[in-house]
T-cell receptor, first 113, second 111 residues
Framework: GNSVTQMEGPVTLSEEAFLTINCTYT??????LFWYVQYPGEGLQLLLK?????DKGSNKGFEATYRKETTSFHLEKGSVQVSDSAVYFC????????????FGTGTKLQVIP | KAGVTQTPRYLIKTRGQQVTLSCSPI?????VSWYQQTPGQGLQFLFE???????NKGNFPGRFSGRQFSNSRSEMNVSTLELGDSALYLC??????????FGEGSRLTVL
């Protein structure tokens, strides 16, 4: 079946540091890939997405590129802020079959001033 | 467009009781999924309903059940509550492009 693997957290960075959260996936078809973010006390919300190979999703200074050759969708941001402290989830959606969404385990990011 | 609405937001139950949680999806979305989130286990998929039919199911015991109505609203039920069922229960509706829209969750505490 499909699976998503993302780096263990927590990740602690100083403000303005560069962020990378690794995400790799296994899928039989051609999934769409997503990053969701969960701020403290809230539900998850979409951060960015990419629907096909070589697509780059971007939002709020975050970027991720759909790499089919390495089955990866790493999340990056050039300069993190304290307000970016949250849990980040990588996910894939297989539009074939049962159309299930598969999540990674989540990576907690803490940004300190 | 109204977002996903979950009720109640908070509830406290005792072991052995049952609980019903409700979710109203975004208008036009036919898929509703439920997730359990705990500090130790992270985000766990419970089940997904599409047009009143359960399409996908996670690895939870039969005490966890759900249903979806013709207006796409969904309920999940947990019977014979255990302490370990204390969690944040998240509902999400999905659009045709696979994007999930989450509610704020129902936080269940079992005493």
């Amino acid at each position: 079946g499909n699976s998503v693997t993302q780096m263990e957290g927590p990740v602690t960075l100083s403000e303005e540091a560069f962020l990378t959260i690794n995400c790799t996936y296994t899928a039989t078809g051609y999934p769409s890939l997503f990053w969701y973010v969960q701020y403290p006390g809230e539900g998850l919300q979409l951060l960015l997405k990419a629907t096909k190979a070589d697509d780059k999703g971007s939002n709020k200074g975050f970027e991720a590129t759909y790499r089919k050759e390495t089955t990866s969708f790493h999340l990056e941001k050039g300069s993190v802020q304290v307000s970016d402290s949250a849990v980040y989830f990588c996910a894939l959606w297989d539009s074939g079959g049962y159309q299930k969404v598969t999540f990674g385990t989540g990576t907690k990011l803490q940004v300190i001033p | 467009k109204a977002g996903v609405t979950q009720t109640p937001r908070y509830l406290i139950k005792t072991r052995g009781q049952q609980v019903t949680l409700s979710c109203s999806p975004i208008s036009g979305h036919r898929s509703v999924s439920w997730y359990q989130q705990t500090p130790g286990q992270g985000l766990q998929f419970l089940f997904e309903y599409f047009s009143e039919t359960q399409r996908n199911k996670g690895n939870f015991p039969g005490r966890f059940s759900g249903r979806q109505f013709s207006n796409s609203r969904s309920e999940m039920n947990v019977s014979t509550l255990e302490l370990g069922d204390s969690a944040l229960y998240l509902c999400a509706s999905r659009d045709n492009g696979g994007e999930l829209f989450f509610g704020e969750g129902s936080r269940l505490t079992v005493l």
